[in-house]
């Protein structure tokens, strides 16, 4: 979520002074005005809350959770998670520390069978952290949700994920969904479709492209591993593109029989289709790696709304504006004007108009 949030390492005193991560989220009292900043609302706040009481119990591959406490007063309202401090996936990743080991065991312990009931739904580098003890866990946990066990839905009242991340089909579903929630099986291959790319990542390097065929392609010929990881993945993901049927916990075994030690291939005699650095798009790879700042992003939103008025009818750049908007700025607001005006530009298409109903059911709840 990126709403108003503090964040800060602090040391768990009553644990006996072990490493902790505090998340303050600052939430927007009953009656109170929205004050210039986009503040959560306190009821959906207590949502969270509640659900993090019960996830703090559950079994699952989540960060420790040290404390939960909703604040509601005058001067400050707002959630206050206390966590165990993990060391992020995404930094391990940039620093080229992980390869296909971690992979492995990515696939095995954040697979949706593992969450049991709960989904995470918004698996990625940033939000998945390594425990001293070596195991990965979800952090970010605003993005857990619980199905409802009897009607296979669940609710997920903020959907907010990188849709560059899951394939198109999956896609659909998210922007289908009505008021009564989501379908837990096709969410639950949304987790898995997710789990698949960080394990990718983890071997791969970090996505800098789409999560479609051109995508894999680039990312795979890019990538520093052997030649058969390469193909692995290559063909791992080209399956979860098509269908999405496919078994974690046998991609894990066929992965860890696959040669690491086998040939090198040299990215540099790899032909990778050019792209122009001075092209506005060509910073949306660097979106797509998760290593913009806020304000980068900002300014890139910008340039883009510049661009549309000149060049309204390039699909390009409303999917892009709707990329930055509701995936990484988490802006439902926005979203809604921006597929309203794509839809103006192309009527009737169908990935505008999922855009617009998703943008739509996630701000209706504010
Ligand atoms: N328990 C934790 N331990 C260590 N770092 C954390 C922890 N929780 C969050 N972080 C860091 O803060 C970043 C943002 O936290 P996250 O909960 O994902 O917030 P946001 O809602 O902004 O996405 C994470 O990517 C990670 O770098
Ligand atoms: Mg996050």
């Given at each position: 979520m990126a709403l108003h949030s503090i964040h800060a390492s602090a040391t768990w005193l009553r644990s006996g002074g072990v490493p902790a991560y505090l998340k303050f989220i600052g939430g927007r009292g009953h009656?109170?005005?929205?004050?210039g900043v986009r503040l959560i609302g306190m009821p959906r706040l207590e949502r969270v809350a509640k659900r993090l009481c019960m996830a703090k119990v559950a079994?699952?591959?989540i960060v420790r959770i040290l404390s939960v406490d909703l604040w509601e007063g005058e001067g400050l309202s707002g959630l206050l998670i206390g966590m165990e401090q993990v060391t992020p996936l995404m930094s391990q990743i940039r620093a080229g520390e992980t390869g296909r080991n971690d992979s492995v065991q990515v696939l095995r312990s954040l697979r949706s069978s593992e969450f049991g009931n709960w989904v995470h739904f918004d698996i990625c580098p940033r939000n998945v952290g390594r425990r001293t003890s070596g195991e990965f866990v979800a952090i970010d946990l605003e993005s857990l949700y619980l199905g409802d066990?009897?009607?296979?839905?669940?609710?997920?009242?903020?959907?907010?994920?990188?849709?560059?991340?899951?394939p198109r089909h999956v896609l659909r579903m998210c922007g289908k969904v009505?008021?009564?929630?989501?379908p837990l099986p096709q969410v639950q291959r949304k987790h898995d479709g997710e789990v698949v790319v960080l394990a990718a990542e983890c071997s791969?390097?970090?996505?800098?492209?789409?999560?479609?065929d051109a995508g894999v392609e680039q990312w795979c010929a890019e990538s520093p591993c052997s030649a058969d990881e390469r193909d692995f993945w290559r063909r791992t993901l080209r399956r979860v593109l098509v269908?999405?049927?496919?078994?974690l916990a046998e991609l894990a075994d066929e992965l860890e029989r696959?040669?690491?030690?086998?040939i090198m291939v040299s990215t540099d005699d790899v032909s990778v289709s050019n792209q122009s650095d001075?092209?506005?798009?060509?910073r949306g790879r660097d979106l797509r790696r998760g290593t913009l700042s806020r304000k980068e992003i900002a300014e890139y939103r910008k340039e883009l709304g510049v661009y549309a008025e000149k060049n309204?009818?390039?699909r390009r750049v409303w999917e892009e504006l709707l990329l930055v908007s509701l995936?990484?700025?988490?802006d439902p607001g926005r979203g809604v004007q921006l597929a309203e005006q794509a839809l103006v530009q192309f009527p009737g298409d169908v990935g505008f108009q999922d855009n617009l109903t998703l943008a739509r059911m996630w701000g209706g709840d504010a």
């Amino acid at each position: 979520m990126a709403l108003h949030s503090i964040h800060a390492s602090a040391t768990w005193l009553r644990s006996g002074g072990v490493p902790a991560y505090l998340k303050f989220i600052g939430g927007r009292g009953h009656s109170a005005g929205a004050q210039g900043v986009r503040l959560i609302g306190m009821p959906r706040l207590e949502r969270v809350a509640k659900r993090l009481c019960m996830a703090k119990v559950a079994q699952i591959p989540i960060v420790r959770i040290l404390s939960v406490d909703l604040w509601e007063g005058e001067g400050l309202s707002g959630l206050l998670i206390g966590m165990e401090q993990v060391t992020p996936l995404m930094s391990q990743i940039r620093a080229g520390e992980t390869g296909r080991n971690d992979s492995v065991q990515v696939l095995r312990s954040l697979r949706s069978s593992e969450f049991g009931n709960w989904v995470h739904f918004d698996i990625c580098p940033r939000n998945v952290g390594r425990r001293t003890s070596g195991e990965f866990v979800a952090i970010d946990l605003e993005s857990l949700y619980l199905g409802d066990g009897g009607q296979g839905v669940i609710d997920v009242s903020y959907p907010a994920f990188k849709h560059d991340r899951v394939p198109r089909h999956v896609l659909r579903m998210c922007g289908k969904v009505s008021q009564g929630g989501m379908p837990l099986p096709q969410v639950q291959r949304k987790h898995d479709g997710e789990v698949v790319v960080l394990a990718a990542e983890c071997s791969l390097g970090l996505k800098a492209y789409n999560f479609d065929d051109a995508g894999v392609e680039q990312w795979c010929a890019e990538s520093p591993c052997s030649a058969d990881e390469r193909d692995f993945w290559r063909r791992t993901l080209r399956r979860v593109l098509v269908n999405g049927d496919f078994d974690l916990a046998e991609l894990a075994d066929e992965l860890e029989r696959v040669d690491e030690g086998g040939i090198m291939v040299s990215t540099d005699d790899v032909s990778v289709s050019n792209q122009s650095d001075g092209d506005l798009f060509s910073r949306g790879r660097d979106l797509r790696r998760g290593t913009l700042s806020r304000k980068e992003i900002a300014e890139y939103r910008k340039e883009l709304g510049v661009y549309a008025e000149k060049n309204a009818g390039d699909r390009r750049v409303w999917e892009e504006l709707l990329l930055v908007s509701l995936a990484y700025e988490k802006d439902p607001g926005r979203g809604v004007q921006l597929a309203e005006q794509a839809l103006v530009q192309f009527p009737g298409d169908v990935g505008f108009q999922d855009n617009l109903t998703l943008a739509r059911m996630w701000g209706g709840d504010a």
